[in-house]
């Protein structure tokens, strides 16, 4: 046991929470999950959790009747499970600046693009609708506005001519199961300062390579 705990929030199918769980199963890794929760009982993201011998829990949002009331609920859940770094994984459901506030530089975020570009929902759609040549992914530390936050990591993916939403979700989907557990072992390492708007990483080397899409032979 790393000793240093994270909770993984979800929504759904639970792909990245898969990949973070199977990144701190191996002995290295500087990180554990003490919980999975879920905004809903049927996530089907819990099962592959629970099957991990992961603990879960569910929060549904019915029984609260205002967002900051959900959200107490789940801070009181997290605090109480000692987390240290809470990774929103498919957790489709926007958050309080409240919790925001209390969670600030303990919290996460994937999205399927190369933010600040393409914000939002449908994002795959949309960037073929604009006609990108290179896509991408996100992991970024949590601020109030949604999608909004410094950026710790990123993967490009070059768009092909005959891509559908789908086959460029599931390339994009790809690097997120590489780049989320390299935030988090950035941040539990300690490596990762957020300030000023930007994340500063210690010993960090700088890949000297470039992508042209289309490629120029
Ligand atoms: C992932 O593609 C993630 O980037 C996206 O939802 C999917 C969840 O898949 N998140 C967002 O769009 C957040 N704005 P998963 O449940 O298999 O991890």
């Known amino acids: 046991m790393a000793g240093y705990k994270i909770a993984i929030l979800i929504s759904g199918r639970g792909s990245n929470m898969a990949a973070l769980i199977q990144a701190c199963q191996a002995k290295d890794f500087p990180a554990d999950v003490a919980l999975v929760l879920s905004n809903r009982a049927d996530a089907p993201g819990l099962a592959v959790a629970r099957a991990a011998n992961i603990p879960t829990h569910t929060i549904e949002q019915g029984a609260f009747e205002s967002r900051e009331a959900f959200d107490a609920a789940m801070t009181e859940v997290l605090a109480g499970a000692g987390v240290r770094l809470i990774c ?27 933010l600040p570009a393409f914000k939002g929902l449908h994002v795959h759609q949309r960037m073929l609708d604009a006609g990108v040549r290179i896509a991408g ?6 601020r109030p506005e949604m999608d909004e936050g410094p950026i710790l990591v990123q993967a490009a993916v070059a768009i092909a001519a005959d891509d559908t939403p789908d086959s460029l979700a599931a390339r994009i989907l790809e690097q997120e199961h590489r780049i989320y557990p390299l935030a988090v072992r950035l941040i539990a390492e300690g490596r990762a300062r957020p300030a000023g708007g930007i994340v500063a990483i210690d010993n960090y080397s700088f890949p000297k390579q470039w992508l042209i899409n289309p490629p120029l032979d």
């Open 88 to 114: 929103l994984a498919g957790f489709m459901r926007l958050l309080s600046a409240d919790f925001c506030h209390r969670w600030r530089d303990s919290l996460i975020n994937i999205h399927p693009s190369l």
């Open 137 to 142: 992914c996100t992991v970024h530390y949590v």
